[in-house]
């Protein structure tokens, strides 16, 4: 039994790293997110502040959705961390944040693929009519996989529960 425990705070530990690392990723790629799209709206064009500062603005908005929802997925990621950390039970809470992540990986990829459609319907250039991005659909795919993985450990913990009421 003491290996057990100690198994269960080594884990408990661990996950309060790793809880801490993606709470300074996300803050990190949060203001980088935020300096990147000011810069698209205003800043790089070296002049003042155009009339049109405000729509600019919306537009970079709309076209920061599919990163937003990649930092979602990154804070549910860090929620599953924190439940770990703090020796939630295991099957309820994480069920949600995984199948939470993998429903921002999959929305982040969707929003991906419309973006020529979203540019052009707002306006502005895109050097693609398509953005069918290997790596988009890839995320894309682990965030149903993680979906999926989520339904699995969620029946897993109704099986336990039945049999804990079995025995």
Do not use: K
């Given at each position: ?11 408990a ?7 801490s ?7 990190f790629?949060?203001?980088?997110l935020?300096?990147?799209r ?19 603005l919306?537009?970079q ?15 549910q ?12 039970p ?12 993998g ?9 991906s693929?419309a ?7 707002l ?15 890839t995320?894309g795919g682990?965030?149903?996989?993680l979906?999926?993985?989520a ?5 897993a ?11």
């Amino acid at each position: 039994m003491v290996g057990l425990s100690n198994d269960s705070a080594s884990l408990a530990r661990a996950a309060a790293r790793l809880r801490s690392v993606l709470s300074a990723l996300v803050l990190f790629l949060a203001l980088a997110l935020l300096v990147e799209r000011l810069g698209y709206a205003w800043m790089y064009r070296g002049t003042a502040p155009p009339a049109g500062l405000l729509a600019a603005l919306a537009r970079q908005c709309v076209f920061a959705m599919p990163a937003v929802a990649y930092l979602l997925a990154l804070w549910q990621l860090r929620q599953v961390a924190a439940l770990v950390a703090s020796g939630a039970p295991f099957e309820a809470a994480i069920v949600r944040a995984l199948r939470r992540l993998g429903f921002c990986l999959i929305g982040g990829a969707a929003m991906s693929l419309a973006m020529p459609l979203l540019h052009h319907l707002l306006g502005q250039a895109y050097p693609r009519l398509i953005e069918m991005d290997v790596a988009t659909l890839t995320i894309g795919g682990i965030g149903l996989g993680l979906v999926f993985l989520a339904r699995l450990v969620d029946r897993a913990g109704a099986i336990q529960a039945e049999l804990d009421e079995i025995f």
